[in-house]
């Protein structure tokens, strides 16, 4: 079975610019991520969604940043205007919620995207 | 709230000896713990995790771990390490039942020496 599949792998872009960041969940998954790692800060929990609805944005940076995910097999990171303090490796991660039982936490990630802005 | 502290940021290691990285976690209710892998370049992989019961974990590649509920430890250990151990490994929490929110600790960089 393919996993989380993600977007570009690699981005370098120039400061003021847009980017986009894609995510594929895996199939049957209803809980997407999106995580960002930097040194300094280590693993941040961006945004959450459940059933494609938003249920925690309280990690998404500032307004530049934002998220949606249109159906339950996409998703998207968009970051506008872009700055160089974005430079980061961002993570889509996937999970579920066993028939009846609770949301365990395992989380099924991507190989993530790493942003350069210059 | 529920935090994690991972010890150490770096674990050096000569082939072939035991390994253990160190966490500790933090909360108010009941836990699920989760060790996970990554190698450069890579997202991460779940090494092994632990839901209810035994408190020894057995995971993946010869790993485990022991959850230790008054020590509010969850240690991973390894017998024997290879140089293709060598990875950052993140413990993770989250709270059972309740809010999905998973923590995750800073990272442990284990370097396998030959």
């Known amino acids: 079975d393919a996993g989380v599949i993600q977007s570009p792998r690699h981005e370098v872009t120039e400061m003021g610019q847009e980017v986009t960041l894609r995510c594929k969940p895996i199939s049957g998954h209803d809980y997407l991520f999106w995580y960002r790692q930097t040194m300094m800060r280590g693993l941040e929990l961006l945004i959450y969604?459940?059933?494609?609805?938003?249920?925690?944005d309280s990690g998404m940076p500032e307004d530049r940043f934002s998220a949606k995910m249109p159906n339950a097999s996409f998703s998207t990171l968009k970051i506008q205007p872009s700055e160089p303090r974005d430079s980061a490796v961002y993570f889509c991660?996937?999970?579920?919620?066993?028939?009846?039982?609770?949301?365990?936490?395992?989380?099924?990630f991507g190989e993530g995207s790493r942003l350069t802005v210059l | 709230a529920q935090s994690v502290t991972q010890l150490d940021s770096q674990v050096p290691v000569f082939e072939e000896a035991p390994v253990e990285l160190r966490c500790n976690y933090s909360?108010?209710?009941?836990?699920?713990l989760f060790w996970y892998v990554q190698y450069p370049n890579q997202g991460l992989q779940l090494l092994l995790k632990?839901?209810?019961?035994?408190?020894l974990v057995k995971g993946i590649n010869g790993f485990e771990a022991e959850f230790n509920k008054s020590q509010t430890s969850f240690h991973l250990r390894k017998p024997s390490v290879h140089i293709s151990d060598t990875a950052e490994y993140f413990c993770a929490v989250s709270s059972a039942g309740g809010y999905q929110k998973v923590t995750f600790g800073t990272g442990t960089k284990l370097q396998v020496i030959p």
């Open positions: 909360s108010s209710v009941s836990v699920y």
């Open positions: 969604f459940n059933n494609n609805v938003p249920i925690d």
């Open positions: 632990y839901l209810s019961g035994s408190t």
């Open positions: 991660a996937s999970s579920f919620k066993p028939g009846q039982g609770i949301f365990t936490g395992e989380l099924f």
